[in-house]
């Protein structure tokens, strides 16, 4: 069986139950030592390579297979990155997606008086709220529709993200939500 490791890849050796007590165990769980090889060396690289020998746990509750629960199974005919060896997604293009979903998350919070959540301007008739912006430094005031049933969760998850009290809430309009 192969096994998605560290972004490496690896064949199960073995997997046995480890009996030894060690400290910060917790006697909710069950522990495995798990032995993985590397995967798709030669015969001169695997004279040289060593196995590792991991330590994973398994709920007594909820007993599962102690491969699974720890480890991602690889298909035979995985892939790896041309550039690092690493198996894709790799550690360089997962950290580009990051990125790149940052700016967009930003991009939101970057026109005023755009509803960050939905992204429709929100308008003088439509109840809202106003807040600092946290994402964009410098950027402009962020305004949220209070009367849209999904824009308000995302905006009662700013405020908390935002540190406002409700007391201290900065109404547009002169209106109180509340009252
Ligand atoms: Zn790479
Ligand atoms: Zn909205």
């Known amino acids: 069986m192969l ?3 560290d972004f490496k890849p690896w064949r199960l050796v073995d997997y046995r139950l480890d009996t030894e ?3 910060g165990d917790n006697e909710r769980y069950d522990y495995w ?3 993985l090889r590397p995967d798709g060396l030669d015969m001169d690289q695997a004279a040289h390579s060593r196995d590792v020998h991991l330590r994973g746990r398994v709920s007594k509750v909820m007993p599962g297979d102690p491969i699974t629960g720890n480890f991602d199974r690889l298909h035979e005919h995985y892939g790896l990155c041309v ?3 690493e198996l894709l997604p790799c550690r360089d293009r997962m950290a580009e997606q990051q990125a790149l979903l940052q700016t967009e998350y930003m991009a939101r919070y970057e026109t005023p008086g755009v509803c960050p959540e939905c992204l429709e301007p929100v308008t003088d008739r439509q ?3 106003t807040f600092p912006n ?3 430094p410098l950027g402009p005031d962020v305004t949220f529709h209070a ?3 999904k824009c308000r969760q995302a905006m009662e998850q700013y405020r908390g993200k935002a540190g406002q009290p409700d007391s ?3 109404l547009d309009g002169g209106r109180s939500l509340t009252g």
């Open 33 to 35: 030592i798990i032995i």
């Open 134 to 136: 946290i994402y964009v």
């Open 127 to 129: 109840d809202r709220e």
């Open 168 to 170: 201290r809430l900065k």
């Open 147 to 149: 009367g849209r049933k």
């Open 3 to 5: 096994i998605a490791w």
């Open 21 to 23: 007590q060690r400290d």
């Open 83 to 85: 550039h690092c060896g």
